[in-house]
């Protein structure tokens, strides 16, 4: 990569974000088309300062950033948010206007090509999703998009749960969102209708401490499948090490990073990127087993 004078700036902004792998494939992804720009890490620590930084990128000419934690929310209350975002109340993906920015949640985009890749026949299956957070939201939203029939919620705190539900109600979801208790036989219950189970939590991400749950396979239908939405340099959490001990197919978040991280490339460029040889390329330069995704194959 060469830095000219005439090379256009995108990032990512959160905190923190030392460890994202987005400038590593958004790089790459920008070398591959030939686009001279480059992509870099944009640390923001204190939200208070988000209006500033946010006018300071507009003046300084930056073309597009993404967002990740912790302020997906605030900055969705600060750009134009298309429909999705507005649905989902937070957004990721953010590009340049004449007169500001406008702002997308790729997010969405990202879960519905894992579910779809999954399993065969998503539509009319059933989910049990843990996790009431922004990243449920998002799961939700995307649930409803491709038919999925029912999402089982389970959360620690169930009052969060149900203002999920709520927030489904009030956007029309065709989806059914129920609760579940946070306990062993409920979630037994809903896995073994769930041909896929996703976790939203950060449990056992930083300290290895083991899912709180046995997570059975489905006992009818299509699928058997399993997706944490959080990711691991060697592909393995807490909660994928549960699924697959009962017999799922279990992937970390890895596939999401990079499916939303394409959305987010054609958002700002409108060029495609080849998801599985994103895919392949990370997991090559992450040392980790390669994870194949079906129908990822084509341009998208």
């Not at 300290?207 to 393995?236: K, Q």
């Amino acid at each position: 990569m060469q830095i000219r004078g005439t090379t256009a700036i995108y990032g990512i902004i959160g905190h923190p974000v030392t460890h994202s792998l987005s400038p590593l494939f958004q790089n790459w992804f920008l070398e591959r088309h030939g686009i001279d720009a480059a992509y870099l890490p944009l640390p923001v620590a204190d939200a208070t300062h988000l209006p500033t930084v946010l006018a300071g990128l507009h003046g300084c000419g930056v073309e597009g950033f993404n967002v990740t934690v912790p302020h997906k929310e605030r900055v969705a209350a600060l750009v134009e948010c298309d429909r999705d975002a507005r649905i989902i109340g937070a957004v990721n993906t953010v590009r340049r206007t004449a007169g500001g920015w406008q702002a997308t949640n790729t997010d969405h985009v990202g879960i519905q090509q894992v579910l779809t890749a999954l399993t065969s026949s998503p539509r009319q299956q059933e989910v049990t999703l843990f996790g009431a957070g922004g990243t449920a939201r998002a799961v939700l939203h995307a649930c409803d998009q491709i038919g999925i029939r029912r999402v089982w919620l389970c959360n620690r705190t169930l009052a969060r749960a149900e203002r999920l539900v709520e927030t489904a109600e009030a956007h029309d979801y065709q989806t059914v969102v129920t609760t579940i208790d946070w306990d062993q036989q409920a979630v037994t219950r809903a896995c073994q209708r769930s041909a896929i189970i996703i976790n939203t939590t950060t449990i056992g991400l930083h300290d290895h401490a083991p899912f709180p749950f046995a997570l059975p396979p489905c006992a009818e239908g299509d699928g058997n499948a399993a997706f944490d939405a959080v990711y691991r340099p060697d592909g393995v959490t807490s909660f994928t090490s549960a699924a697959a001990n009962q017999g799922r197919r279990a992937i970390d978040g890895l596939p999401l990073l990079i499916a939303q991280g394409v959305a987010a490339f054609y958002y700002w460029h409108h060029l495609s990127m080849n998801r599985q040889q994103a895919m392949d390329y990370i997991c090559h330069q992450l040392k980790r087993p390669p994870c194949q995704m079906n129908d990822w194959g084509g341009d998208q």
